[in-house]
């Protein structure tokens, strides 16, 4: 593969993939991207990407590559296990084709996300960005939202529903 | 709504992102580099502060013209902070290289002799390009991205490709501001939209496009020359759009377009959107920005089997004759279809055709009316006809108009309307506004019809000699 070869096919997939890693569950972005450089060079050696199909094609079989690395490294990180396994990843791969990769190549759930944030109200919006954002402890979002750290645990995963009830609502649309 | 384990994570993997800044980052160099090949910085020389003295400089003129601000120098991640929106780039003998965006998704390189602003929003990047040429790349699927220009805007999402602005930037001349202007846009991976005043397309990768603001050299039937304003020598062949499939399912070209070349002039001035297709320019939009300034030529040179041409007939595509994805059929496609090959650095449109002959001994136009013969008294001669010409004397109700120097100057009068004096009647009211409106020197069309003397019975005024 030429240098131009490669540099086109991380400018491709890399933000995919790096997604991809954190949703599988590498444990941080520098773990990602270690894994995102890893499938990119695994990839840039295989005679396989020269009968690799078209950008789509190419992408499902980076994603392969990619989650045969995220088990491999699973199985490396003993001391701080992963909990991953093939069917578990699989299963991972078939949420990822389903819905994000929806239409075309997931920007659109990206943009349909960013413009269902915008229609939470204020106090919802302020939960998110103080855990995702700020990284604010469940405690501390209690406090300030008087409600229990259960309720507030609750709170995120319902905000995230609506949130992709919005998204598929929008895709659809 | 109850999510399964693998929505909930995707959710927290993108709203982490949202709040949290971690956008996808671009390890481009650092996989360049565990290849053990040379990072992009690598390949190009690190700009020196001297080398960026030029574009410093420019820019502080910019800075107090424009209340943008001053960028120092900067090279492929050198410094990982963002440049400001308002900040206006402004190169001289060397390129600029910038990243745009969070964690850099926008890498843009500003070519020399360009001025760029930086517009936009956060993973809505812009940058106005207000003369030359930059090369876009765009991380795919972080944000969106756009070069907006006079010409119109290039949206992408994720694709490298380049814009180009070529003719001098106009001051406002009512409408006619983009006059000489080229915008070619080049994509070389993925797609953008391209959109303008004209509407909107979207082209791919390895296609051309963009927009032209110019004189219509030349037409055909389905076909249109147009040279940029000011430019001396080739005219570039515009064709419409092929619809339909092959002849034989009823395809041909886009028969609006057809009807709208027909009314074109030569002469003309005009703003035109094209993409390429089938290998050749095609037309998007066509607006006439302005009548012909010297002689209007009103009708099309009478097609011809290719080869048997001169001057405007070497114009013609051999696509003419052919609908997409036939084979050529004659010889002389070669010629067209070299110089329809993609262009090197986006310097030209894709499509450049050999330079148009002179038509006849220079002065006559290209596509010439059916000309009436002199009425004489007692000849047989027509009852009707159209000339295009310069008026070289007004009367009381009359005008001469001259087709060509050589040829004596015919008096036309208005239609007589309304009986006899005494009933009402007289000289077409209108029509003799129209002629006082006219001036000596004015080119005008004529639709004419015998009637003791030639009758107006359509006058259009194109332009002052």
């Known amino acids: 593969m030429t240098r131009e070869e490669l540099v086109t096919l991380v400018r491709i997939h890399q933000a995919e993939l790096y997604r991809y890693m954190r949703y599988l569950g590498a444990e941080s972005p520098a773990a990602a991207e270690d894994l995102v450089q890893e499938t990119l060079l695994a990839a840039c050696r295989s005679a396989d990407l020269a009968t690799a199909r078209d950008e789509r094609g190419q992408a ?14 699973c199985r490396r990180a003993r001391s701080d296990p992963v909990k991953a396994d093939s069917a578990s990843v699989e299963a991972a791969e078939a949420t990822w084709v389903g819905e994000f990769l929806r239409q075309d190549d997931g920007f659109d759930y990206v943009e349909a996300l ?11 919006r302020r939960v998110l960005e ?5 990284g604010k402890s469940r405690p501390e979002l209690a406090a300030f939202c008087t409600m229990t750290e259960d309720g507030i645990k609750s709170l995120l995963r319902r905000l995230r529903a609506i949130l992709a009830e919005c998204v598929k609502r929008r895709l659809a649309s | 709504m109850e999510l399964n384990d693998d929505e909930d994570r995707l959710l927290e993997v993108l709203l982490r992102e949202e709040f949290g800044g971690e956008a996808p980052p671009d390890l481009t160099d650092r996989v360049l580099s565990a290849a053990g090949l040379p990072a992009r910085g690598a390949s190009a020389a690190v700009p020196s502060a001297r080398r960026w003295l030029v574009p410093a400089l420019a820019a502080g003129v910019a ?15 050198a410094r990982p902070d963002p440049i400001p929106r ?47 040429g930059v090369a876009c790349e ?32 106009a001051a406002d001349t009512g409408g006619t501001a983009m006059a000489g202007r080229q915008m070619v846009v080049r994509v070389v991976l993925g797609a953008v939209l391209m959109t303008g005043a004209w509407g909107s397309a979207t082209l791919y990768s390895g296609e051309d496009g963009g927009t032209v603001c110019g004189i219509i050299a030349s037409k055909g039937e389905t076909w249109i020359g147009v040279r940029p304003e000011g430019q001396e020598g080739d005219a570039t062949l515009y064709l419409p759009q092929w619809k339909g499939g092959l002849p034989a399912a009823g395809g041909g070209f886009d028969k609006e377009m057809l009807a709208t070349i027909k009314g074109l002039l030569v002469g003309s001035k005009v703003e035109l959107a094209w993409k390429t297709m089938e290998d050749h320019p095609r037309i998007l939009s066509v607006k006439v920005l302005a009548a012909p300034e010297k002689k209007p030529e009103v009708a099309a040179a009478p097609e011809k089997p290719l080869g048997e041409g001169e001057g405007v007939r070497k114009h013609r595509h051999p696509e003419l004759d052919r609908p997409p994805g036939e084979g050529p059929k004659v010889a002389d496609v070669a010629k067209v279809a070299e110089v329809a090959k993609p262009h090197g650095d986006g310097e030209r449109p894709a499509a450049e055709v050999a330079k148009p002959k002179p038509h006849g001994d220079g002065e ?30 007004k009367g009381e109700n009359s005008i001469d108009v001259r087709e060509n120097k050589d040829t004596p100057a015919e008096t036309y009068r208005p239609m007589w309307k309304g009986g006899l004096p005494k009933e009402g009647g007289g000289p077409d009211r209108d029509m003799l506004k129209l002629f006082a409106s006219a001036k000596v020197n004015d080119w005008v069309k004529i639709d004419w019809v015998w009637h003791e003397g030639r009758r107006v019975s359509k006058l259009q005024i194109a332009g002052r000699q």
């Not at chain 2, 800075?63 to 991640?77: H, K, S």
């Open chain 1, 130 to 134: 103080m855990h995702y954002g700020e």
């Open chain 2, 63 to 77: 800075l107090g013209v424009l209340g943008g601000l001053l960028i120092g120098e900067r090279c492929w991640g």
């Open chain 2, 364 to 393: 006559r136009p290209v596509a010439e009316v059916a000309k009436p013969k002199p009425h004489g008294d007692g000849e047989a001669g027509p009852k009707s006809g159209t000339v295009v010409g310069v008026i070289v004397a």
């Open chain 1, 114 to 124: 960013r413009h269902c944030l915008g229609k939470l109200d204020d106090r919802n």
């Open chain 2, 138 to 169: 765009v991380n795919r699927g972080v944000g969106s991205f756009a070069v907006r220009t006079e010409s119109g805007v290039i949206a992408v999402q994720g694709t490298k490709f380049s814009v180009t602005m070529m003719g001098e930037q």
């Open chain 2, 86 to 132: 308002g900040a206006v780039i402004s190169t001289g003998e060397q390129g600029w290289r910038m990243r745009l965006g969070k964690r850099g998704y926008c890498n843009v390189e500003v070519q020399p002799q360009s001025t760029v602003r930086v517009a936009g929003a956060e993973l809505a990047e812009e940058v106005v390009l207000e003369s030359g």
């Open chain 1, 60 to 73: 499902a079989w980076l994603r392969g590559i990619a989650r045969n690395l995220f088990l491999e490294h």
